[in-house]
């Protein structure tokens, strides 16, 4: 267990992986951190900016000289929120050892777990989901993981709460305000509308903690939505990876109206693929269009509840950046808990390359389609469980604090119907408030601050 508030001294810590590399880097944060630097013979060049020294530190004998970069944060203007230090050199295991006890022989003490992080979550920078996130990030052990880590990061989860504790308290205010003059008979708040806003809040709540809820589910099959513009080769795909002529192919754009569902194995998943009509703005009205929009939207619940969305684009379309760029932004709209995989079809030409996390595929030539049946694989085995320990743990923390919110808030509107006197509400609203401060961290506890952050490594 760590001490909480003990943010005085300055830390130390190898900040690399511990695995070979060319470069290697140690991090130091605390007030004496410049002056650190300088007691290894290194001479920052300002106090007051961000800036790069090229030097050379002593390490004694066996070691001698070894050329060290160092970037300094002279201010509180750092990730930590306190004056910082990297030191970069090569990435040797010993060498970095070395400087670590140089550092400490002159002033610096061992960084404990996560102290890195929770100074900089401590200082503001970060907000306890977002520092969960920072941890999931450090043992992200698949791609997969790492991604979601990093949406939280994003503020995915915290964002939302912070939005929703913000509102809660508005009205709380308003509610304490109209306790003041329960004498004189004055509301702030009606009791239709403070009942209306609660139930709102009670419901989005719920969503979010369903949201997290999936993560866990223990499914037996699992959906994936092919997503993208008409004659991208969805349909064509979704043969391909079944192995039969299920969906219709032509090279008319509008082809799939209805979503095509087609159950096949993959690895040990059963998964149910939906083909869905091409993403189109429908805007007449003929029985045509008519039919269009019907399928436009059936498309799109199919891609809401799907777990994996498949998103294709024509990769020799000469509008791919475009397209690309029109399906990741409609993802990032639609974003649930689902994962996104990212599929460039017709790639015929064994020459034509994409980036990833674009997987080149081409049904003319059975290109990437293995790739694909091991990315979805993978997703799924991220999806069915098999999520770093950190991020599961994030889930269930926030889940219990979301419920406990959730439930304040029932509470409350319960009051609020009885006709129960308004400081009954305030208390439940005051609670719900808390807990959905735990998510965030905006209120935290030694406790919960010991359970984050001592499951971080050391140098994190
Ligand atoms: N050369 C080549 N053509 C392909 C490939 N995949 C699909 N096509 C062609 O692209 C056209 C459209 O394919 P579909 O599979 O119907 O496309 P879709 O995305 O389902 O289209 P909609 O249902 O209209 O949204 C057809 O003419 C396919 O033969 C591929 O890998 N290589
Ligand atoms: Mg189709």
Same mark, same amino acid.
């Given at each position: 267990?760590?001490?909480?508030?003990?943010?005085?001294?300055?830390?130390?810590?190898?900040?690399?992986?511990?695995?070979?590399?060319?470069?290697?880097?140690?991090?130091?944060?605390?007030?004496?951190?410049?002056? #650190?630097? $300088?007691?290894? =013979?290194?001479?920052?060049?300002?106090? &007051?900016?961000?800036?790069?020294?090229? %030097?050379? !530190? +002593?390490?004694?004998?066996?070691?001698?000289?070894?050329?060290?970069?160092?970037?300094?944060?002279?201010?509180?203007?750092?990730?930590?929120?306190?004056?910082?230090?990297?030191?970069?050199?090569?990435?040797?295991?010993?060498?970095?050892?070395?400087?670590?006890?140089?550092?400490?022989?002159?002033?610096?003490?061992?960084?404990?777990?996560?102290?890195?992080?929770?100074?900089?979550?401590?200082?503001?920078?970060?907000?306890?989901?977002?520092?969960?996130?920072?941890?999931?990030?450090?043992?992200?052990?698949?791609?997969?993981?790492?991604?979601?880590?990093?949406?939280?990061?994003?503020?995915?989860?915290?964002?939302? #709460?912070? $939005?929703?504790? =913000?509102?809660?308290?508005?009205?709380? &205010?308003?509610?304490?305000?109209?306790? %003041?003059? !329960? +004498?004189?008979?004055?509301?702030?708040?009606?009791?239709?509308?403070?009942?209306?806003?609660?139930?709102?809040?009670?419901?989005?709540?719920?969503?979010?903690?369903?949201?997290?809820?999936?993560?866990?589910?223990?499914?037996?099959?699992?959906?994936?939505?092919?997503?993208?513009?008409?004659?991208?080769?969805?349909?064509?795909?979704?043969?391909?990876?079944?192995?039969?002529?299920?969906?219709?192919?032509?090279?008319?754009?509008?082809?799939?109206?209805?979503?095509?569902?087609?159950?096949?194995?993959?690895?040990?998943?059963?998964?149910?693929?939906?083909?869905?009509?091409?993403?189109?703005?429908?805007?007449?009205?003929?029985?045509?269009?008519?039919?269009?929009?019907?399928?436009?939207?059936?498309?799109?619940?199919?891609?809401? %509840?799907?777990?994996?969305?498949?998103?294709?684009?024509?990769?020799?379309?000469?509008?791919?950046?475009?397209?690309?760029?029109?399906?990741?932004?409609?993802?990032?709209?639609?974003?649930?808990?689902?994962?996104?995989?990212?599929?460039?079809?017709?790639?015929?030409?064994?020459?034509?390359?994409?980036?990833?996390?674009?997987?080149?595929?081409?049904?003319?030539?059975?290109?990437?389609?293995?790739?694909?049946?091991?990315?979805?694989?993978?997703?799924?085995?991220?999806?069915?469980?098999?999520?770093?320990?950190?991020?599961?743990?994030?889930?269930?923390?926030?889940?219990?604090?979301?419920?406990?919110?959730?439930?304040?808030?029932?509470?409350?509107?319960?009051?609020?119907?009885?006709?129960?006197?308004?400081?009954?509400?305030?208390?439940?609203?005051?609670?719900?408030?808390?807990?959905?401060?735990?998510?965030?961290?905006?209120?935290?506890?030694?406790?919960?601050?010991?359970?984050?952050?001592?499951?971080?490594?050391?140098?994190?």
């Amino acid at each position: 267990m760590m001490g909480v508030v003990e943010v005085g001294e300055t830390i130390v810590a190898i900040a690399t992986p511990s695995t070979p590399a060319v470069r290697g880097a140690i991090r130091m944060s605390g007030s004496e951190a410049i002056e #650190i630097v $300088r007691r290894l =013979g290194i001479e920052p060049t300002s106090h &007051a900016r961000p800036h790069c020294v090229d %030097d050379q !530190v +002593d390490l004694g004998e066996p070691l001698g000289r070894v050329p060290v970069r160092a970037l300094l944060w002279p201010t509180a203007r750092s990730y930590t929120g306190q004056p910082s230090v990297e030191l970069h050199t090569y990435g040797s295991l010993p060498i970095l050892q070395s400087l670590v006890d140089a550092s400490i022989a002159v002033g610096a003490r061992a960084a404990r777990p996560g102290e890195f992080t929770m100074r900089a979550f401590l200082a503001g920078r970060l907000d306890l989901a977002q520092a969960e996130a920072v941890l999931g990030v450090i043992d992200a052990e698949s791609r997969g993981a790492l991604d979601h880590a990093l949406r939280q990061l994003a503020g995915n989860l915290s964002k939302p #709460i912070e $939005r929703l504790r =913000g509102e809660l308290l508005d009205l709380l &205010a308003d509610v304490e305000a109209g306790l %003041d003059f !329960v +004498d004189e008979d004055i509301q702030f708040i009606e009791d239709g509308q403070l009942t209306a806003r609660l139930t709102l809040m009670a419901e989005s709540l719920s969503k979010t903690r369903e949201q997290l809820e999936l993560r866990r589910e223990d499914k037996s099959n699992w959906t994936l939505a092919l997503r993208g513009l008409p004659n991208a080769g969805k349909s064509s795909l979704i043969n391909a990876m079944a192995g039969r002529d299920a969906a219709i192919v032509t090279d008319v754009a509008g082809t799939t109206r209805d979503v095509v569902a087609i159950t096949m194995q993959i690895g040990d998943f059963d998964v149910t693929f939906a083909d869905t009509a091409g993403l189109e703005f429908v805007e007449g009205d003929s029985p045509e269009d008519q039919i269009m929009r019907v399928a436009q939207s059936l498309g799109g619940r199919a891609g809401h %509840d799907a777990d994996i969305r498949l998103w294709c684009v024509d990769v020799n379309h000469r509008d791919f950046i475009v397209h690309a760029d029109q399906m990741r932004r409609l993802a990032n709209e639609k974003r649930r808990s689902s994962i996104d995989l990212w599929v460039a079809t017709k790639c015929d030409d064994p020459a034509c390359l994409v980036e990833p996390p674009w997987i080149a595929t081409s049904v003319k030539t059975g290109r990437g389609l293995e790739t694909l049946r091991q990315s979805i694989e993978r997703s799924l085995e991220q999806v069915s469980g098999n999520d770093s320990a950190s991020v599961v743990g994030t889930a269930a923390r926030c889940r219990g604090s979301l419920l406990a919110a959730e439930q304040a808030i029932e509470a409350a509107i319960g009051f609020v119907r009885g006709g129960d006197g308004h400081e009954y509400v305030s208390s439940e609203l005051r609670l719900a408030a808390s807990f959905l401060g735990e998510v965030t961290g905006a209120v935290y506890t030694d406790d919960i601050l010991d359970r984050v952050f001592s499951r971080f490594c050391i140098g994190k």
